[in-house]
């Protein structure tokens, strides 16, 4: 059954499947919660649902996935189902005016196939204002054979109007068990792997099943000899190593990312939390080593100074001062800078 193709959010599809079930359907849904966990995929779910040819036979309101509407829905090509999404063609990907004009009209005509025309936008915080404005028309009278799905990461960005005329739907984020039980079937990996993976994503399944597993621990092994306190202890190897990171091809901000994700498994470590809380597990025993001597406070420091730089990034900063700042400000945290003296 598709349904179950939908790792966790058992609450979210029990709710869809009594609505199609008993035929109370909202006009308009926000699905909303972290990136890549699932909100998009039961979206398209729910949708095969309510044109699955074979649903009525079932007990409850699922898809079949193998009849004409189910198979044209999944390749995006059913005649009654749209997807939006933002235009990536600008330095910051948006859903334009232009895109909404072009819903309207689709859902001036009735339903070619299906009771219902679906609708789904991907990604609903990068709305422009004049498209968000356009869009709240259409929610505040939508025509009685139509339905609109909002996917969302950030639902506070969207206008108030726009969320107070939608159905809301909450996603979380995995747990543990569940994201390695899930990941052990779907990619016939170790348990190992899978608990890796699934402490790396956060229990975004999404992000789980397409990361590469050779390259992340590339990425791990690359990250520890960085912040070794061997490498820390000279201030020119400081420098050098940002300036190498900010010649390479990674985004400035996937490195702080990267640095930010070390710096928290320091106070995790400090603090007692269990081994599978963190996001670098096979690092567990440098971590232990160098969260002996660390300063917390100085470390949650480093943290507020990488979440400044963040929420930053799209300024022209120095990328290489940036780095640079990071791990001066780390080596004094670690307390390497004594060590070395």
Same mark, same amino acid.
């Given at each position: 059954?598709?349904?179950?193709?939908?790792?966790?959010?058992?609450?979210?599809?029990?709710?869809?499947?009594?609505?199609?079930?008993?035929?109370?359907?909202?006009?308009?849904?926000?699905?909303?919660?972290?990136?890549?966990?699932?909100?998009?995929? &039961?979206?398209?779910?729910?949708?095969?649902?309510?044109?699955?040819?074979?649903?009525?036979?079932?007990?409850?309101?699922?898809?079949?996935?193998?009849?004409?509407?189910?198979?044209?829905?999944?390749?995006?090509?059913?005649?009654?189902?749209?997807?939006?999404?933002?235009?990536?063609?600008?330095?910051?990907?948006?859903?334009?005016?232009?895109?909404?004009?072009?819903?309207?009209?689709?859902?001036?005509?009735?339903?070619?196939?299906?009771?219902?025309?679906?609708?789904?936008?991907?990604?609903?915080?990068?709305?422009?204002?004049?498209?968000?404005?356009?869009?709240?028309?259409?929610?505040?009278?939508?025509?009685?054979?139509?339905?609109?799905?909002?996917?969302?990461?950030?639902?506070?960005?969207?206008?108030?109007?726009?969320?107070?005329?939608?159905?809301?739907?909450?996603?979380?984020?995995?747990?543990?068990?569940?994201?390695?039980?899930?990941?052990?079937?779907?990619?016939?990996?170790?348990?190992?792997?899978?608990?890796?993976?699934?402490?790396?994503?956060?229990?975004?399944?999404?992000?789980?099943?397409?990361?590469?597993?050779?390259?992340?621990?590339?990425?791990?092994?690359?990250?520890?000899?960085?912040?070794?306190?061997?490498?820390?202890?000279?201030?020119?190897?400081?420098?050098?190593?940002?300036?190498? &990171?900010?010649?390479?091809?990674?985004?400035?901000?996937?490195? &702080?990312?990267?640095?930010?994700?070390?710096?928290?498994?320091?106070?995790?470590?400090?603090?007692?939390?269990?081994?599978?809380?963190?996001?670098?597990?096979?690092?567990?025993?440098?971590?232990?080593?160098?969260?002996?001597?660390?300063?917390?406070?100085?470390?949650?420091?480093?943290?507020?100074?990488?979440?400044?730089?963040?929420?930053?990034?799209?300024?022209?900063?120095?990328?290489?001062?940036?780095?640079?700042?990071?791990?001066?400000? &780390?080596?004094?945290?670690?307390?390497?800078?004594?060590?070395?003296?």
């Amino acid at each position: 059954m598709p349904f179950a193709d939908v790792v966790g959010h058992d609450r979210a599809k029990s709710l869809l499947q009594l609505a199609t079930l008993n035929n109370r359907i909202a006009h308009a849904y926000l699905f909303h919660g972290p990136d890549r966990i699932g909100k998009r995929l &039961l979206a398209v779910r729910f949708i095969q649902a309510m044109c699955c040819e074979a649903a009525q036979g079932l007990e409850r309101r699922d898809a079949c996935g193998c009849c004409r509407s189910c198979r044209h829905i999944e390749q995006g090509s059913h005649p009654d189902f749209c997807v939006v999404t933002p235009d990536t063609s600008g330095a910051t990907p948006r859903i334009k005016i232009e895109e909404i004009r072009e819903l309207e009209s689709r859902l001036i005509y009735r339903p070619l196939i299906a009771e219902r025309k679906y609708c789904l936008i991907d990604d609903a915080e990068s709305l422009t204002i004049e498209a968000a404005n356009a869009l709240l028309k259409t929610l505040e009278e939508p025509p009685g054979y139509a339905l609109l799905i909002l996917i969302a990461s950030r639902p506070y960005a969207l206008p108030a109007t726009i969320r107070s005329r939608c159905q809301s739907l909450r996603f979380t984020a995995l747990s543990q068990a569940q994201s390695c039980a899930a990941l052990i079937e779907a990619r016939r990996i170790s348990e190992a792997d899978a608990q890796l993976l699934a402490a790396v994503s956060e229990g975004r399944f999404g992000e789980a099943l397409t990361t590469d597993l050779t390259a992340l621990r590339e990425r791990h092994e690359a990250l520890a000899a960085l912040t070794a306190p061997r490498s820390l202890r000279s201030v020119s190897a400081i420098l050098a190593a940002a300036e190498a &990171l900010a010649k390479n091809d990674e985004p400035a901000a996937d490195a &702080l990312d990267r640095l930010a994700s070390w710096v928290h498994d320091l106070v995790f470590v400090q603090i007692g939390m269990p081994p599978e809380r963190l996001a670098h597990p096979n690092h567990l025993s440098t971590l232990r080593t160098v969260a002996a001597t660390a300063d917390i406070d100085l470390l949650l420091d480093v943290l507020s100074d990488i979440e400044t730089f963040q929420r930053n990034s799209t300024r022209n900063l120095n990328h290489q001062l940036m780095l640079e700042h990071i791990l001066l400000r &780390l080596r004094d945290a670690t307390n390497t800078a004594s060590v070395a003296r």
